[in-house]
């Protein structure tokens, strides 16, 4: 068994290069290749971040033996049906949130992954964070008491484009896809550690 797990990206903008470079760092992971909206975009990425290969298409990706695991880092609504892509291609999936544009599509995701069974998260980073593993187990201990409401907000100033993927409903636009679904999923932790579960 390997002791690295070979990554693949797709999409080649600014999360994509977050995710390179913070992989550039790690001694368990490594990029190997990237795909994009265009072969010229893979190309270029991929000669950025100094990786070994750049696929065409996704298709390309998918094929690709050395790929055992893909970060979907495109817009919104292209999520679920890159992540069904590559789960059906036996690849373990990290979809950038959100999973998918509505419920029905994330269980559609979920139910393939299940079917291929195969590793898919969706990368809310701030869970995996040791911050918050320790302030779950302050909470539990009782640090303030009985947790009786949470209050969670995020937000931030942009000039409006309704063209833009900030704006535009069909590109996934509004404020609770981009960041809204950070205090919500925050909100829904905290509830469950009242409730003694996963998530409330």
């Not at 068994?1 to 390179?20: H, K, N, P, R, Y």
């Not at 992989?23 to 992971?29: E, I, R, T, Y």
């Not at 100094?50 to 050395?66: I, N, Q, T, W």
């Not at 609770?176 to 909100?187: Q, R």
């Amino acid at each position: 068994m390997s002791e690295t797990l070979d990554w693949g990206v797709i999409g080649t903008g600014g999360i994509a290069s977050d995710f390179a470079q913070a992989l550039s760092q790690s001694k368990k992971c490594r990029l190997v290749s990237a795909s994009g909206s265009s072969p010229d975009k893979a190309k270029a990425f991929a000669q950025k971040f100094k990786l070994p290969a750049h696929a065409a298409s996704l298709d390309e990706l998918c094929a690709d033996p050395k790929v055992q695991a893909v970060y979907v880092a495109t817009p919104h609504p292209s999520h679920e049906a890159q992540a069904i892509q590559c789960i059906e291609a036996g690849k373990h999936v990290l979809c950038e949130k959100p999973m998918t544009m509505d419920a029905a599509g994330a269980e559609r995701v979920v139910a393939a992954a299940k079917k291929r069974n195969v590793f898919l998260m969706e990368a809310f980073m701030y869970r995996c964070h040791p911050l918050i593993r320790e302030l779950l187990e302050r909470l539990k201990g009782g640090v303030i008491g009985q947790i009786q409401h949470v209050r969670a907000d995020f937000s931030f100033h942009v000039p409006r484009d309704p063209k833009g993927r900030l704006f535009d409903l069909s590109l996934g636009g509004g404020a609770i896809l981009d960041v809204g679904c950070y205090p919500m999923s925050f909100a829904r932790l905290i509830a469950g550690l009242v409730e003694g579960k996963p998530f409330a």
